[in-house]
């Protein structure tokens, strides 16, 4: 308990956040750095995961390829394909961007699976009578997927790419290791120096942040999943009344 607080009181403790501190410091300086790092691995991994995951959700092509290839991007020690792609990275680009360049493509490959889930599966659970009543009306396969089929996927797609932000900015903290900056730049100082307030520092930064970011994913998975069942729970409630009332009739 007392390691605890030791690690809030320098977790607020003004001199931390001053412009110009001996690095690891300032703090805010080490967030901006773990947000880019995480902002720049979603991202890219978006491009790919997410017109993938449309392809094969709509389609239905690939799926048992692509479920088994993710499960086994799953179990990759993001840490070792780090290390790996920086002695793959070192003949090949210069010594100062092949650790940016490593991060980033083990963040990336960490964050596809979860993305990649979210997006077909949110697909696959749309109502097929849905689709073939758009289609009946003369939709193209384009306008079924993203008229009807995306929007009525939504909180399941933005659930896959939550999950994946979680995961990267856990995650980010690795970049300390090959000398990046981030919030594991606090982390790897303190274990360096013994300074254990500095480790639980930075540890409770990261969890902080995390849950920060997860509660705006949560609101914004409700938002998208309200639109079309605020509509139909009101008039549910009304035929089972009206139902109840002819019962009794």
Known sequence: ???????????????????????????????VEHLTYTGIAVLLAALIALPLGFYIGHTGRGRQLVISFTGAMRALPT???????LMVLDDHVSFDRAPLIGSVIALVILAIPSMLAGCYAGLEAVDRTTIDAARANGMTEWQVLHLVEIPL??????GGI???VLQ????????SYVGLGG?????????GLYDY??????ALLVTALALS??????????ATATRGLAEHRPARRRTTKSADTAARA
């Not at 956040?17 to 690095?23: F, K, L, P, T």
């Not at 840490?79 to 792609?85: D, I, Q, R, S, T």
């Not at 990267?168 to 970049?175: C, G, K, L, N, P």
């Not at 919030?183 to 303190?190: D, E, V």
């Open 213 to 222: 970011v997860d509660a705006l994913f949560a609101l914004l998975q409700r």
């Open 162 to 164: 939550r999950s994946a």
């Open 1 to 31: 308990m007392d390691l605890f607080e030791s690690a809030l009181r320098w977790l607020f403790d003004s001199e931390n956040y001053q412009s110009g501190s001996r690095s690891p410091l300032p703090i805010q300086d080490r967030l």
């Open 168 to 175: 990267v900015i856990a995650t980010a903290t690795i970049a």
């Open 153 to 158: 996927a939504l909180p399941l797609i933005v």
């Open 183 to 191: 919030l594991g730049r606090i982390i790897t100082s303190g274990i």
């Open 197 to 202: 307030d500095r480790i639980l520092g930075g």
């Open 79 to 85: 840490l070792g394909l780090l290390f790996f792609l």
